[in-house]
């Protein structure tokens, strides 16, 4: 390493981006485009930092692998900050397994945790998850010990278990605290901050109420059917009933569960479910078919009676029956969950984590733009979403997450 390139990385180390800079701006071998590409990114130029670290990629030699994994590395937290999830994570893991093999287990296990944050970021919980147990929490350097702690607290907030999400932040904070990194420590109060907030509202005959995280956790665990609006589907304790798939058995359990313990008018349910003003014989008599089918599927925990102005919910051992809903209204409160970070999104990375088409996700951010809620940056393939946090509320139950079973 000559003289300009280890006087760059001191300065890199230290945070002095410009510094760095300033020694190596006009060379174009390989260490220096690593280290301009990582200066770069420290500096928020994301896009010409990502073009620098392949650049970088492509010099090395085959006979320096070690040096172009950790380019591969830089280049996926990059990607990461960006939102950007479309890089193969198969390079990623290669990178990790070299760096490995080459003695470097502090960025083998960085790679890794980037891995798992952007798993997170997709809802495959499971995934990251068993990413996360393939690292020995004990041998980390403090700051990626804060980043490990992070991803444990975010999946326990997505499995609603908030004792083990106050202690993994617990950790991370000390963690955080060791490493001296500010933007560590910030985001870890962040996600502390989330525990203080309102999840869901509990609609009941009497009003909305908002529930924080181990309301919702107190909720489930009192044994009551539970008529999920977050996830879209029945709850009993840990068994579950997707619906998310079958709205219309959905918004016929959520009417029912809303007129519980009395009954829903039949016009009422045939609105909710079919979307129409005025039913005739055959909107009733499919309205039949449908609870038939909601009874067959809610039976193990409930009956649902003819009444002589509709049906009711009769559930068995007398276990009540709440509602919960989304602490946002409107249909686009998964997409504003996920812009909440504060980051900026493409289109492509929102269509990715929710599972659905670029056009769709198009369609809702045209209206969310119209009404103030999001706003755009750049044209063409660079545009990016972005949307300010939004106050009083925590969004962890619309965000993407593998459901239980059923």
């Given at each position: 390493?000559?003289?300009?390139?280890?006087?760059?990385?001191?300065?890199?180390?230290?945070?002095?981006?410009?510094?760095?800079?300033?020694?190596?701006?006009?060379?174009e071998?390989?260490?220096?485009?690593?280290?301009?590409?990582?200066?770069?990114?420290?500096?928020g130029?994301?896009?010409?930092?990502?073009?620098?670290?392949q650049?970088?990629?492509?010099?090395?030699?085959?006979?320096?692998?070690?040096?172009?994994?950790?380019?591969t590395?830089?280049?996926?937290e990059?990607?990461?900050?960006?939102?950007?999830?479309?890089?193969?994570?198969?390079?990623?893991?290669?990178?990790?397994?070299?760096?490995?093999?080459?003695?470097?287990p502090?960025n083998?296990?960085?790679?890794?945790?980037i891995?798992?944050?952007?798993?997170?970021?997709?809802?495959?919980?499971?995934?990251?998850?068993?990413?996360?147990?393939?690292?020995?929490?004990?041998?980390?350097?403090?700051?990626?010990?804060?980043?490990?702690?992070?991803?444990?607290?975010e999946?326990?907030?997505?499995?609603?278990?908030?004792?083990v999400?106050?202690?993994?932040?617990?950790?991370?904070?000390?963690?955080?605290?060791?490493?001296?990194?500010p933007?560590l420590?910030?985001?870890?109060?962040?996600?502390?901050a989330?525990?203080?907030q309102?999840?869901?509202?509990?609609?009941?005959?009497?009003?909305?109420?908002?529930?924080?995280?181990?309301?919702?956790?107190a909720l489930?665990?009192?044994?009551?059917?539970?008529v999920?609006?977050?996830?879209?589907?029945?709850?009993?304790?840990?068994a579950?009933?997707?619906?998310?798939?079958?709205?219309v058995?959905?918004?016929?359990?959520?009417?029912?569960a809303?007129?519980?313990?009395?009954?829903?008018?039949?016009?009422?349910?045939?609105?909710?479910a079919?979307r129409?003003?005025?039913?005739?014989?055959?909107?009733?008599?499919?309205?039949?078919v449908?609870?038939?089918?909601?009874?067959?599927?809610?039976e193990?925990?409930?009956?649902?009676?003819a009444?002589?102005?509709?049906?009711?919910?009769?559930?068995?051992?007398?276990?009540?029956?709440?509602?919960?809903?989304?602490?946002?209204?409107?249909?686009?409160?998964?997409?504003?969950?996920?812009?909440?970070?504060?980051?900026?999104?493409?289109?492509?990375?929102l269509?990715l984590?929710?599972?659905?088409?670029?056009?769709?996700?198009?369609?809702?951010?045209a209206?969310?733009?119209?009404?103030?809620?999001?706003?755009?940056?750049?044209?063409?393939?660079?545009?990016?979403?972005l949307?300010?946090?939004?106050?009083?509320?925590?969004?962890?139950?619309?965000?993407?997450?593998?459901?239980?079973?059923?």
């Amino acid at each position: 390493m000559d003289s300009l390139i280890a006087a760059s990385a001191r300065a890199l180390a230290t945070g002095d981006a410009l510094g760095a800079l300033k020694r190596i701006a006009l060379r174009e071998d390989p260490p220096a485009l690593a280290l301009r590409g990582t200066a770069m990114a420290q500096l928020g130029e994301h896009v010409r930092a990502r073009e620098l670290l392949q650049r970088a990629a492509r010099g090395f030699g085959a006979h320096e692998a070690l040096a172009r994994a950790r380019c591969t590395v830089a280049d996926a937290e990059v990607a990461l900050a960006m939102r950007d999830l479309q890089p193969a994570p198969r390079a990623l893991a290669t990178a990790a397994a070299t760096l490995e093999r080459h003695g470097d287990p502090a960025n083998a296990a960085h790679a890794r945790l980037i891995a798992v944050r952007r798993l997170l970021l997709l809802g495959r919980l499971g995934e990251a998850r068993g990413e996360l147990r393939r690292l020995d929490g004990a041998l980390l350097p403090p700051a990626l010990a804060a980043i490990a702690g992070l991803a444990t607290a975010e999946l326990a907030l997505r499995a609603l278990r908030s004792t083990v999400a106050r202690a993994a932040l617990a950790q991370a904070r000390a963690a955080a605290g060791r490493a001296r990194i500010p933007a560590l420590i910030a985001e870890v109060d962040a996600i502390g901050a989330r525990l203080q907030q309102p999840v869901a509202r509990r609609i009941s005959a009497d009003g909305e109420h908002p529930l924080q995280l181990h309301d919702v956790e107190a909720l489930f665990a009192s044994g009551a059917l539970v008529v999920d609006g977050c996830r879209r589907g029945l709850r009993v304790a840990d068994a579950w009933l997707p619906l998310a798939r079958r709205p219309v058995l959905f918004a016929l359990a959520q009417s029912l569960a809303a007129a519980w313990p009395g009954d829903a008018e039949r016009d009422a349910l045939i609105a909710a479910a079919f979307r129409i003003r005025h039913a005739d014989e055959t909107h009733r008599a499919r309205l039949r078919v449908e609870l038939g089918r909601l009874r067959a599927l809610a039976e193990p925990w409930t009956a649902i009676d003819a009444t002589a102005r509709g049906f009711a919910l009769v559930p068995h051992e007398a276990r009540e029956v709440a509602v919960l809903a989304p602490p946002i209204e409107g249909e686009d409160a998964s997409l504003l969950a996920l812009l909440a970070d504060g980051e900026a999104w493409s289109t492509s990375a929102l269509a990715l984590a929710l599972g659905t088409s670029q056009r769709s996700v198009q369609r809702a951010l045209a209206t969310l733009e119209s009404g103030g809620q999001v706003r755009a940056s750049g044209g063409g393939r660079t545009r990016r979403w972005l949307a300010a946090p939004p106050g009083g509320f925590a969004t962890t139950l619309l965000l993407p997450a593998t459901l239980p079973a059923a």
